[in-house]
């Protein structure tokens, strides 16, 4: 956790600039994940400080509310939530470095098993510990990023059999395209999966707890969703893609707000910001909100993006600075202190992740995990 944001998650010294998290729609929306999805389970997916929510604070929430499991990218991430006294299955979905296996079985963390190699890596160290390690096998069926490839997964499953300081509690796979409206690559992925899971019943084995879905799976394909389900942007009430079918009723948890900190009437002629980019052809009412890309409020957004100030959207114009950007209210009124809505819900309708991410060219994913650490995180509700 950034430790400005806990020094300061003091209201009454927060910089004006910070994210305000509701717990209960957060809940909400793991509520409305459970019902679409049961009978099965949920791990929620808290990498990248939970999609930008703070990883400890919703780690927790998500504990009492009930979540199965939870799912972080990198045994970082894990520790942390061991050390916030996190107690639930936490699935390290990452790959693993050899010598951080000892680590991942000291503070009880899920290891993903993507090759026979790293598998007999745990093996090997859970038995010099003298441990058990908890695994789940990933199969990639048309992601190419981390597994076994479908085609050879027999391969991995067979030497789970002989690993005996190996607990293989799941297995998985994830979706490449699961949030296209072409579901056809999505589909096949899915029958590879189901045709390397053959296996244990073949076998006559128990069959571990399998599981594919991310937000896109739970809200596409039903049939995804088989024992346990990992969403991550839905949990916090984003859809994966626009056209995405919203199966499933959730709403944004994050607002990302500042306050006007100067005022000035500009000149034409008089050119705003670096580079000089914009200017206007009559006198214009500008204001300067303390926000810039150092906050992770993308450069991009120079020249595109709107903010709501009492109400009402208005244009940021200049270059986006490091910690300052500036607003034109044409002949609007503003006073220094007002509230500033740079992304989420509010009066005037609110700025959406898929309105700020279109504007800066990219998707709501980057929008929410890039508002970095500077920004104090406040948590509302008590869900
Ligand atoms: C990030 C991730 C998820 C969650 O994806 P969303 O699209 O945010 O739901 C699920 N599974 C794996 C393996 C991931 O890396």
């Keep these: 956790m950034n430790p400005e944001a806990v ?18 729609c957060l809940a909400g929306n793991l509520a409305a994940i459970r019902a679409h999805v049961g009978p099965a389970r949920v791990m929620a997916i808290l990498k990248a400080n939970a999609y930008g929510h703070g990883l400890v604070p919703v780690a927790q929430l998500m504990v009492r509310q009930g979540a199965d499991y939870l799912g972080v990218a990198f045994l970082e991430e894990g520790i942390l939530l061991r050390r916030a006294g996190i107690r ?13 296996i000892p680590l991942f079985l000291r503070h009880d963390l899920t290891l993903t098993a993507p090759s026979v190699e790293k598998l007999r890596l745990i093996d090997e160290a859970a038995a010099a510990l003298g441990m058990q390690a908890r695994v789940h096998l990933k199969v990639d069926t048309g992601m190419e990023r981390i597994g076994i490839h479908y085609y050879n997964a027999h391969l991995l499953l067979e030497a789970s059999l002989t690993c005996h300081h190996v607990q293989v509690e799941g297995i ?44 896109a799976g739970i809200l596409q394909l039903p049939e995804s969703h088989l024992d346990l389900v990992r969403p991550g942007i839905l949990l916090y009430g984003v859809y994966p893609a626009a056209d995405c079918i919203r199966s499933v009723p959730v709403q944004a948890a994050l607002t990302w707000k500042s306050r006007v900190a100067y005022f000035k009437v500009v000149q034409p002629g008089h050119p705003v910001s670096y580079g000089s980019t914009w200017q206007s052809d009559r006198p214009v009412r500008v204001i300067t909100i303390p926000v810039g890309y150092g906050d992770g409020y993308f450069r ?82 008590e869900a």
């Design 172 to 215: 998985y796979s994830h979706f490449a395209n699961a949030d296209a409206a072409d579901l056809a690559h999505a589909r096949l992925q899915l029958q590879r999966f189901h045709e390397v899971l053959e296996f244990y019943p073949k076998r006559g084995l128990p069959m571990p707890m399998r599981h594919m879905a991310n937000s």
């Design 7 to 24: 020094i300061f998650a003091d209201e009454e010294v927060v910089r004006p600039t910070h994210v305000e998290v509701d717990l209960d």
């Design 300 to 381: 991009a957004l120079s020249n595109k993006a709107e903010v709501i100030v009492r109400g009402v959207r208005h244009p940021v114009v200049g270059r986006v600075c490091m910690d300052q950007m500036m607003v034109n209210l044409d002949q609007g009124t503003a006073y220094n202190g007002d509230e500033v809505i740079l992304l989420g819900a509010g009066p005037g309708g609110g700025i959406s992740a898929d309105e700020l991410a279109s504007w800066a060219g990219t998707i709501p994913y980057e929008v929410l995990t890039n508002i970095n650490t500077r920004v104090p995180r406040l948590y509302r509700g």
């Design 88 to 100: 639930i299955p936490i699935l390290v979905l990452g790959g693993i470095a050899g010598e951080q």
